[in-house]
Nanobody, 115 residues
Framework: QVQLVESGGGLVQPGGSLRLSCAARGIIFNINNMGWYRQAPGKQRELVAEISSGGSTNYADSVKGRFTISRDNAKIRVYLQMNSLKPEDTAVYYC?????????WGQGTQVTVSS
């Protein structure tokens, strides 16, 4: 069974930065897309950014130019660098991976942007 473990969330002021990390653990035969989703209170979970095993990226329009996704295939980790954070970025952020032909999710990490 594949586990995804997130870290790096927290409280930050508007305009600040945070870096989220996600490590995949377990017996992994193959891993394709990895990414980050978020869910704000009262809203549906939405895609923030995703990255293929080859490095192709896709971002939500709301975060383009502010967030950068990257991955380390050797360490099976995915990162999300978040800059110029806004209060509307406040949400629980979930790591996602397509591993062993299954959709895998992390437990989530809270990001709060507030003064």
């Amino acid at each position: 069974q594949v586990q995804l473990v997130e870290s790096g969330g927290g409280l930050v002021q508007p305009g600040g930065s945070l870096r989220l990390s996600c490590a995949a653990r377990g017996i992994i035969f193959n891993i394709n897309n990895m990414g980050w989703y978020r869910q704000a209170p009262g809203k549906q979970r939405e895609l923030v950014a995703e990255i293929s095993s080859g490095g192709s990226t896709n971002y939500a329009d709301s975060v383009k130019g502010r967030f950068t996704i990257s991955r380390d295939n050797a360490k099976i980790r995915v990162y999300l660098q978040m800059n110029s954070l806004k209060p509307e970025d406040t949400a629980v952020y979930y790591c996602y991976a397509e591993a062993n032909r299954r959709d895998c999710w992390g437990q989530g990490t809270q990001v709060t942007v507030s003064s």
